[in-house]
């Protein structure tokens, strides 16, 4: 188990494998910031304590990559779920995975199978986001609320879509526990909150009556 000094090491989260090789350590925190400057929401939201916490998960997944890929899958989910129910849709873990495995790639390029298991989960990730709402309906919503809402935070589109997508797998805490900042009228303007209203919407009606009728 690693150390408290360990570069991802983060003691809310406690004990769990962390890697070794500080080629690894630095392609983990090299993806975390890469997901954070895509997405400023993270900042935004959770701040520096965010990132450590972002990083600590980043190591963690990178751990997993000595694992089969049913295990790597199993516990990806989860940590998805997981982050979901506190405000991190899962389209944002399929974008940490992907970069995670090409930061990964890029500093141990002899191991491109072991790192691409990151990869194949992201992969699971995005098939079940499309069972519920196909990617040209998802870039297109996400392209009109950036339109409809003007000013604000880039990407956040999507992620009230794929929230929507969360919600249609069974993981009821994701669209609320994501539109109760995201829709805050203290924080946003009122077009910015209406094209919240209007995004979500859209995407439940093109999910599906199985969404649609949920509260």
């Known amino acids: 188990m690693p150390s408290f000094r360990h570069p991802l090491y983060h ?12 080629r690894e350590i630095a392609a983990v925190l090299q993806a975390t910031r890469r997901c ?4 400023p929401y993270f900042l935004a939201r959770y701040g520096q304590r965010g990132m450590a916490f972002a990083n600590s998960d980043g190591g963690y997944l990178a ?4 694992s089969g890929q049913q295990q790597v899958d199993e516990q990806v989910f989860w940590l998805a779920g997981v982050l979901a129910a506190r405000g991190m849709p899962r389209w944002l873990m399929e974008q940490h995975l992907e970069l995670l495995c090409d930061e990964l790639c890029q500093a141990v390029p002899d191991q491109p199978r072991r790192f691409g298991k990151l990869q194949q989960a992201a992969q699971q990730l995005r098939l079940a986001r499309l069972a519920w709402i196909d990617q040209r309906q998802f870039d297109a919503l ?5 339109s409809a809402a003007g000013d604000g935070l880039p990407n956040a589109g999507g992620l009230l879509v794929s929230a ?3 919600d249609c797998c069974e993981l009821p805490e994701a669209l609320p526990s994501l539109t109760r900042w995201l829709a805050d009228s203290g924080r946003f303007s009122v077009s910015w909150c209406a094209a ?12 599906g009556a ?3 009728d949920k509260p």
């Open 142 to 146: 996400a392209a009109a609320f950036e």
């Open 63 to 66: 751990s997993l990559t000595g």
């Open 36 to 39: 954070y400057l895509a997405h």
């Open 164 to 166: 929507v997508c969360d």
């Open 210 to 212: 199985s969404c649609r």
């Open 196 to 207: 919240v209203a209007s995004t979500v919407a859209q995407a439940r009606a093109l999910a």
């Open 11 to 22: 003691p809310d989260v406690g004990q769990h494998p962390l890697p070794d090789d500080a």
